[in-house]
């Protein structure tokens, strides 16, 4: 039996740790990349960027699923936007893991996110539409993180975290247990959040409070 096809929203380096996690997982076959339009033609693992973002209405009658590729670090703005837009044209965002990840069955992952090698999500924890859980980042119990956000690589998120939407936790960060970080934060890499961070924080400095 085929497997249906899926195209990937964004040509960017995002798309090609994106690609490798979807061979992974192996239930879709990838149709092709959308791009902008300099981008069109080039290839990417194997794989043509094929159309832009105004070909979108025109893809859904031949495409069901999708997944948004491009990554996020300075702002979600170009992942909701692209998310959005093929949510309301009828594209399906399925929940793509990687066979290396644990997700436990007591989580819950939204629509469109995607967790790549070696994370973990564990037990009670809840992961919004449209995320980044990226390779061997760790999402603890009854923790949550809403929509659009973007947990980098080796990221810890303790347990009874909440996380707010459209936020980016950097490499290698740690969000101490119980912490609540507000709506459209930066918690840059390496650093150690102690405190609560309210909407628009941009906790990047030297000082690890």
């Known amino acids: 039996m085929s497997k249906p096809s899926l195209i990937l929203i964004g040509a960017g380096g995002h798309a090609h740790a994106c690609i490798d996690v979807i061979e992974q997982h192996g239930q879709y076959q990838i149709a092709g990349l959308v791009g902008m339009p300099e981008e069109m033609h080039a290839q990417h693992l194997g794989y043509t960027v094929f159309a832009t973002d105004s070909d979108l ?22 992942r909701i936007r692209l998310y959005q837009q093929a949510t309301e044209l009828g594209f399906q965002l399925p929940v793509i893991i990687a ?42 119990h009854n923790a949550t993180v809403e929509d659009h956000c973007h947990i980098s690589t080796g990221a810890i998120v303790n347990g009874n975290v909440h996380i707010d939407a459209g936020s980016f936790i950097g490499s290698g960060c740690v969000v101490k247990e119980g912490v609540a970080i507000g709506k459209r934060c930066i918690a840059g890499m390496g650093l150690t959040v102690r405190r609560n961070q309210a909407d628009h924080a941009r906790f990047v400095g030297n000082d690890k409070s």
């Open 57 to 78: 209405p025109q893809l859904t009658k031949d495409y069901q699923y999708a997944c948004v590729t491009v990554g996020q670090i300075q702002t979600p703005d170009h």
């Open 99 to 140: 066979p290396s990840a644990h997700v436990s069955r007591h989580a819950t992952i939204g629509s469109g996110t995607i967790v790549m090698h070696g994370a973990i999500v564990n037990a009670g924890a809840k992961v919004g539409s449209n995320c980044i859980i990226n390779t061997r980042a760790l999402i603890e």
